[in-house]
């Protein structure tokens, strides 16, 4: 069956960096747009990231020039490399297999991302 599984997470500083990823498996991977998606206490889940299968990218304003989303096929996996980070960006970091021709959208159970002041 399909499996989202993150790491990465962890406690970091204000002006840090941590690098997120994402590996699947029961899918073929390299033929979905994938996703990258953050919940922080209190607040709705949002987009943070997202990639197409042949590279484009996406970003929440909020996250441009500080975080970059990338994909290795052959690893079956999607990264989200995050720099500069802020309080703000605390949250639990979800992957997510966005829905394609009928399929389904599938989500991993998450990393947190705490970035302490």
């Known amino acids: 069956q399909v499996q989202l599984v993150e790491s990465g997470g962890g406690l970091v500083q204000s002006g840090g960096s941590l690098r997120l990823s994402c590996a699947a498996s029961?899918?073929?991977?390299?033929?979905?747009?994938m996703g990258w998606y953050r919940q922080a206490p209190g607040r709705q889940r949002e987009l943070v990231a997202t990639?197409?299968?042949?590279?484009?990218?996406n970003y929440a304003d909020s996250v441009k020039g500080r975080f970059t989303i990338s994909r290795d096929n052959a690893k079956n996996t999607v990264y989200l490399q995050m720099n500069s980070l802020k309080p703000e960006d605390t949250a639990v970091y979800y992957c997510?297999?966005?829905?394609?021709?009928?399929?389904?959208?599938?989500w991993g159970k998450g990393t947190l991302v705490t970035v302490s002041s």
């Open positions: 029961g899918m073929i991977f390299s033929v979905y747009v």
């Open positions: 990639i197409s299968s042949g590279g484009s990218t």
């Open positions: 997510k297999r966005e829905s394609r021709m009928g399929v389904a959208d599938f």
